[in-house]
Each structure stands twice: as structure tokens, then as C-alpha cells.
């Protein structure tokens, strides 16, 4: 197996892509490397090592980076200010956060001689389209004006890792993931995406329930811990700078995703009411996976519905009362 008693440091390791990652390496029996900056590691284990440092400065980057076999670079802003946020300063910020970050890890892990590194693009990226979307298609127009800044950031990530790839002898994988939705995830009705404010909405029985847009927006949604076990299928089997997508491999429309999530907190008869004069993103995506099937074996493992059921469970045991929204 790669990744047993090897030192992996996963960036981001305390957020919630990054900490799903993690779970999925201890169930290796690997070495688990986390760089601390502003959040604390939530989960205990022997095999997880943390230091302080702050990736955005070169010099912890190289201190994080020694002795690291692989990585997986989960850190950066990320959430729906980036997308649709009514002050394009700050989604800028973070957009430049991101960039910074993923050029400093790549660089760092260059010169400590770094074996495989996985860094991630996404399907923001895609321009739009009215069926499932394949990786041949990612430079086929521009990214939907939605997505202009954070599409335009994500592909230009995948060039930097090119750039790296065809220089040095680390070898770099690309992932490209769709919405994700899980354990862990961001519940703030502020910055969280639209799973976890629906969840949180929808535990706190509000009534009516006032969801924006019409409700047939689609979108392909994965729970964390199928992305996760597809990060690690990625570096271990296909460590080429090639994007493939991590995804579901069908949509689902926001209607469909709110029936299920009210059904599943028990407020299943909540007057429903969709907004559509509210502002909401790109009205479909799709992604195909047959790349994924072909060359990793990835299949999800959860559907929607369990997916759900499951987020809704873990949340609630977070929370001894669900706050008024």
C-alpha cells in the first residue's frame, strides 16, 4: 500500500476537506503531517503530528514540508463568498489567498524533494454546458461568468502544477471535484454552501422555508468521504498531471435536495417557498466520471439520500441545541 508508514502532510488538514483526508490516510496506517495556522485539529491520534505554521510564508512551508513524502494541498479559502459575494474586494482576497498558498507549497515541496503531490482544481472551472461535463472540455470556452474569478484561479492552478510537473521529479495529480457536501462542513448560513445552510435551516424548523432560486437549479453534489477516498486513489494511481473528476456523476435539483433534507430532519411539512428573485449561480452542472471508473476504479460509494441522512445525524450530535437562524 503507498501510503502505510509513509509521512503525508495534508494542508488544510483542520477544514473540511482537508480533515476528511485525514481520516482516509489514518485508515492506512500512514504517518499524518498538519500545518496549524488558525483552527485546531478536532480528532486525536497517535499518527497525527501538527506543528504551527503559516503557509503563506516560504520558510514554514519548507519547515512543514521536511522529511514529507506526500501531500495533499486541501489549504486555501473556500465557500460561496468566493463565487457570488456582493463584495467582489474580498472574494478577491481569497482568491489571491488561494494562488498564493498552492504556488509556496508547490515550491516548498520542490526543494525537499517531495515524491507525489495532489493539488485540486474544479469544476467551477467548466464552461457551461447542458450535459455532464468531461475533462477534454475544461478549455473549450471560458468558465460560466459566475465562476469568472475563482473558474479562471482554479485553472490556473492546474497550469502551475503543469509547470512544476514538467520541471522537477515530483510527480503532481489534479482533481477536479464537484460540490461536496459532509461531515465536518461549514454550517454558517454566511459563507456555507447550500447543503449546510439547508441542513441547519431546516434542524432549526423554519417555516416557511424560503430557499432561493426556483429549485431547478442542478447540481452534481458528493459526499466528503467518497472525495476523500478518490484523493487518495488519485495520488496513488494516477500521480500524472492529468485533471480528472472526483464527482457523483449525475445532478440533482435543488427541489430534490430539499425535499430529502426536510424529510430527514423531521419538518418534512414545512411550506416551501423558492425565491427566485434571489441571486443564485450557474443553473446546471453536471460531471462525468467515466475517466475516474476507467483509470482509478472510483465509483461513489453513498448515495444522496444516505449522504444526507448522514450529515443531518453528525450535525445534530454536534450541536446539544441548534441555534435561531
Known amino acids: 500500500m503507498l501510503y502505510k508508514n509513509k509521512t503525508v502532510l495534508v494542508t488544510g488538514g483542520t477544514g473540511f476537506v482537508g480533515l476528511n483526508i485525514v481520516q482516509e490516510l489514518l485508515k492506512t496506517q500512514a504517518k499524518v503531517r498538519v500545518p496549524i495556522h488558525k483552527r ?49 474586494a474580498q472574494a478577491l482576497e481569497g482568491i489571491t489567498t488561494n494562488l498564493t498558498l498552492t ?42 461568468p459566475a465562476y469568472f474569478g475563482y473558474g479562471w484561479m482554479r485553472r490556473y492552478l492546474e497550469r502551475l502544477g503543469e509547470y512544476v510537473a514538467s520541471r522537477s521529479t515530483m510527480k503532481i495529480s489534479i482533481v477536479r471535484p ?18 449546510p445552510s439547508l441542513v441547519r435551516r431546516a434542524l432549526a424548523r423554519q417555516n416557511p422555508f424560503i430557499v432561493w432560486g426556483n429549485g431547478e437549479e442542478a447540481r452534481d453534489f458528493l459526499h466528503i468521504s467518497d472525495l476523500a477516498r ?31 433534507i426536510l424529510k430527514a430532519a423531521g419538518h418534512g411539512d414545512a411550506e416551501v417557498q423558492f425565491d427566485a428573485s434571489q441571486p443564485t449561480t450557474i443553473p446546471y452542472r453536471a460531471t462525468d466520471i467515466t475517466k475516474a471508473k476507467k483509470l482509478l476504479g472510483f465509483e461513489p460509494k453513498i448515495t444522496l439520500e444516505d449522504g444526507l441522512i448522514d450529515t443531518i445525524e453528525w450535525y445534530k450530535s454536534q450541536k446539544a441545541s441548534i441555534p435561531p437562524t
Open 40 to 88: 485546531p485539529m478536532v480528532i486525536k491520534n497517535k499518527r497525527i503530528e501538527t506543528l504551527d505554521a503559516d503557509l503563506t510564508r516560504q520558510e514554514d512551508c519548507l519547515r512543514a514540508l521536511g522529511g514529507v513524502d506526500y501531500v495533499f494541498h486541501a489549504a486555501g479559502p473556500v465557500g460561496s463568498a468566493l463565487v457570488t459575494s456582493s463584495k467582489p
Open 103 to 144: 504556488a509556496q507549497i508547490l515550491q516548498a515541496a520542490w526543494a525537499c524533494g517531495v515524491k507525489r503531490t495532489l493539488i485540486f482544481s474544479s469544476s467551477a472551472g467548466y464552461p457551461a454546458a447542458d450535459h455532464p461535463v468531461k475533462e477534454e472540455e475544461m478549455w473549450s470556452g471560458p468558465p460560466h
Open 178 to 195: 464537484t460540490a461536496v457536501y459532509g461531515r465536518h462542513d461549514n454550517f454558517d448560513l454566511k459563507t456555507g454552501h447550500v447543503i
Open 230 to 260: 478518490g484523493c487518495l486513489l488519485m495520488l496513488e494511481k494516477y500521480p500524472v498531471c492529468d485533471p480528472v473528476n472526483i464527482a457523483y456523476g449525475r445532478s440533482f435539483s435543488i427541489k430534490e435536495i430539499t425535499r430529502i
